[in-house]
Structure formats: structure tokens, C-alpha cells
């Protein structure tokens, strides 16, 4: 079988992808600028700046091309139009891990898979780009993963977080932003079933139930520090606002499915498996 290539692998979520996959499948995988991938045999070194994806797929030939991709609008732009040609020249598919931000606009109730994108954030607009990119691939050829904000022992936000709480410094909430949430470990195995059982299409890869930003903090600092934390509570406007993808059409079997109780757990508990 042809390899699955993890383009962004040594990035948070890249990375994490690659150890779940890994055990399973050829797996590639790029890095940018982290030095500590140089000696593994299956990263390669991606600058997109110096046209190096072109040469990359012709090597790679991957059979799955998962996109972890961080670069300028326009990189990513020009980057995922190369990738949709190679794509639908090949016998080959792309996973795009995309944003809920994508739906960051004011909403008043979560979204779902085929609800129409609006963002006002430059960061919703390319995800939302490049999403029309892909779907002008046939059906078949794509998934389209949109994410929510995701958690884990070492994720960045989370680090970020401790830094704070060792320092004394106020954490920026926000009390009316209703979001969902996952953890790096529950999605990998999510991605993980979306490419073993061949699916297709656009997939809302979050928690069930829905939380306030403020409170999902809060409760995350308590259980990792056994203690309250500063906030600065940041309020966008007089309303609720949601920030939340909820499936309707894709939904992932039962034993998939998570809470943010489950998130918080995945943060707070030690992890005993051992990494690959």
C-alpha cells in the first residue's frame, strides 16, 4: 500500500496523528523548522516557500495525504491548489484538518456540517478557502475534518495556561462564547477510524455537549493545579456567542464519541501509554 503522508507532522496535532497511525500504516511525515525529526527516516524537511512539494509527492507517491498545514494565507493557498491537482490526477485523497473557526462569525446556536461558513477572522477565512478548494473535488476524494479548540497534557494552549499559573498572570477567557472541545489523543483515534473505514466528506470531530469557554478554563486549571487561577474575562459582545460544530449528517459510532468531561479527563490524568 501506498504511504500516508502527514503533511505539518511535527507540529501538536501533526505529530500526534503520526504516533496514533503510525503502528498501522506507512505513515511520512514533514517538518519545518523542529530539529528533533532530522534523524527520523520518515520526516522530511517541507519549506513551501522553495517549492519542495512538488518533488515531496513525486517521491512520496501517497495513497492519503493528511493536511496539519500553518503557513501565510497565500502559501497555504497556492500549496492546497497543488495538492488538489495531485490529488485528482492520482489515485490518491486529502484529509484537511480544517477550523470551526470557519463559523466564527456572531451565531447564536452551534453549527453543523452543511451549514453555510462565515468567518471574520483571517485565520476562519483560509481554512474556509481552502475548504472550497477541496470540494470541488469529487465526493470521494476528500474529508473534510473541522475541529474545535483541542486540548491535551502538552498541548500549546494548555502549556500556556501552566506558564501563566506558575507566574501569577491572568488567563484571557471568554464567558459568553459556548464552545466544544476535544483532546489530541481522542482525535487522533477518531482520524483513525474516518481513514480505516474509507470515510468520506465533512466530519465535526467535537465533544457532545457544550461548555462555556470561561467555565471549560476554569474547571481545566482546578483539576491540573488543584487551585483557582487569575482570569481576565473578555466579553465580544452583550450576547452569547457559539462556537461550536456539531454533527449531524457524519455522525462517528458510539465508542468515538466524547464529552469535555472526557477532555478534561485526558488533561489531568497521567497517560500510561508509552509513546511509539
Known amino acids: 500500500m501506498k504511504p500516508i503522508l502527514i503533511l505539518g507532522?511535527?507540529?501538536?496535532?501533526?505529530?500526534t496523528l503520526y504516533k496514533e497511525l503510525a503502528p498501522f500504516f506507512e505513515v511520512k511525515a514533514t517538518y519545518y523548522t523542529a530539529k528533533g525529526f532530522r534523524k527520523n527516516q520518515n520526516f522530511y524537511p517541507l519549506d513551501l516557500e522553495n517549492e519542495e512539494l512538488s518533488a515531496l509527492l513525486r517521491e512520496v507517491k501517497p495513497k492519503l495525504i493528511i493536511s496539519a498545514l500553518r503557513s501565510d494565507f497565500d502559501t497555504q493557498i497556492d500549496a492546497h491548489n497543488l495538492l488538489c491537482d495531485y490529488v485528482k490526477k492520482h489515485n490518491s485523497r486529502i484529509l484537511f484538518l480544517s477550523s470551526a473557526n470557519v463559523f466564527d462569525t456572531f451565531r447564536h446556536y452551534p453549527s453543523y456540517e452543511y451549514d453555510k461558513t462565515f468567518s471574520e477572522s483571517v485565520y476562519g477565512k483560509i481554512k474556509i478557502k481552502i475548504e472550497n478548494q477541496i470540494m470541488r473535488l469529487p465526493i470521494g476524494k476528500y474529508v473534510i475534518a473541522r475541529l474545535p479548540m483541542i486540548?491535551?497534557?502538552?498541548?500549546?494552549?494548555?502549556?500556556?495556561?501552566?506558564?501563566?499559573?506558575v507566574a501569577g498572570a491572568p488567563i484571557e477567557v471568554f464567558p459568553n462564547t459556548i464552545i466544544n472541545v476535544n483532546s489530541d489523543s481522542r482525535l487522533s483515534q477518531q482520524i483513525h477510524y474516518i481513514i480505516n473505514q474509507k470515510k468520506t466528506g465533512i466530519y465535526h470531530l467535537g465533544s457532545s455537549d457544550l461548555i462555556s469557554h470561561y467555565e471549560f478554563v476554569q474547571l481545566l486549571i482546578n483539576g491540573r493545579h488543584k487551585k483557582a487561577g487569575r482570569f481576565k474575562q473578555v466579553f465580544t459582545s452583550n450576547q452569547m456567542r457559539y462556537l461550536a460544530t456539531l454533527p449531524k449528517e457524519n455522525k462517528l459510532p458510539n465508542h468515538l464519541l466524547l464529552s469535555y468531561s472526557d477532555v478534561l479527563n485526558d488533561c489531568t490524568i497521567l497517560n500510561t501509554k508509552k509513546p511509539l
Open 9 to 15: 507532522g511535527s507540529g501538536f496535532i501533526g505529530h
Open 151 to 165: 486540548f491535551g497534557k502538552q498541548a500549546p494552549r494548555v502549556v500556556a495556561f501552566d506558564k501563566a499559573i
